[in-house]
């Protein structure tokens, strides 16, 4: 195992303990794009665990790889975060506005 597998180890426990324990990590990334009305629902929680669960699965699949393979690949994974999170927040906003939609809600009441 290279050193740079470590820093993807504790990603990965750090995002499956917080949704273990309700509170996923992503809240803190992506309260900031949203009105406090909407940061205070289920729908919310649940957008971001879902996120959560998706980067403990991105940073299991990096603990291993890197773990196994050359020291740079860490360097791709980690390049490879920054679009993965603009995909993150293109999700959250679609499935909760679907979800919001389905209740017979108009999403831009939240916005």
Same mark, same amino acid.
């Given at each position: 195992?290279?050193? &740079? ?5 504790v990603? +990965? &426990?750090?995002?499956?303990? @917080?949704v273990?324990v309700?509170r996923?990590?992503?809240?803190l ?11 205070g629902?289920?729908?919310?929680r649940?957008?971001?665990?879902i ?5 403990? &699965?991105?940073?299991?699949i990096?603990a ?9 690949? @860490? ?7 920054i ?14 506005? @679907?979800?919001?939609?389905a +209740? ?5 009441a939240?916005?």
């Amino acid at each position: 195992m290279h050193l &740079v597998t470590i820093p993807w180890l504790v990603l +990965l &426990v750090v995002f499956v303990v @917080s949704v273990v324990v309700k509170r996923p990590a992503t809240i803190l990334m992506s309260r900031w794009r949203y009105s406090a009305d909407l940061r205070g629902t289920d729908l919310f929680r649940e957008t971001n665990s879902i996120i959560t669960w998706a980067w403990a &699965v991105y940073y299991a699949i990096a603990a291993l790889v890197t773990a196994f393979t050359p020291s740079w690949t @860490s360097a791709v994974f980690a390049a490879a975060s920054i679009p993965l999170t603009l995909v993150a927040f293109w999700f959250g906003q679609r499935y909760s506005s @679907s979800k919001l939609r389905a +209740l017979g809600v108009d999403p831009a009441a939240f916005v």
